[in-house]
């Protein structure tokens, strides 16, 4: 099993910056990637950004790109993700995710809130 344990959600006026953590601990072996998802209220959870665990290759959603910024600490086996120029739309719960080498997201972290007010 793994655990997952997001932070570093809250309350932020537009324009402003959260960097949320995610700690992960238990059988970390086989993990290809971490990524970060969200999913607003009355919508889809959705794709937000990924980093491959080894390379440390990135991706990241066209809604997001140029603001969000994705990096991992391996030693710390911990994922980030700083935001900036937060937009009241970027309002959501924010997951994060375990990738396995079958590609599949197996394991979820518990969410942090992330609210910008206008």
């Known amino acids: 099993q793994v655990q997952l344990v997001e932070s570093g959600g809250g309350l932020v006026q537009a324009g402003g910056s959260l960097r949320l953590s995610c700690a992960r601990s238990g059988r970390t072996f086989n993990t290809y990637a971490m990524g970060w998802f969200r999913q607003a209220p009355g919508k889809e959870r959705e794709f937000v950004a990924t980093?491959?665990?080894?390379?440390?290759?990135?991706r990241y959603a066209d809604s997001v790109k140029g603001r969000c910024t994705i990096s991992r600490d391996i030693a710390k086996n911990t994922v980030y993700l700083q935001m900036n120029s937060l937009k009241p739309e970027d309002t959501a719960v924010y997951y994060c995710?375990?990738?396995?080498?079958?590609?599949?997201?197996?394991?979820w972290g518990q969410g942090t809130q992330v609210t910008v007010s206008s």
């Open positions: 980093i491959s665990w080894s390379l440390g290759y990135t």
């Open positions: 995710a375990v990738e396995g080498p079958y590609h599949t997201y197996d394991y």
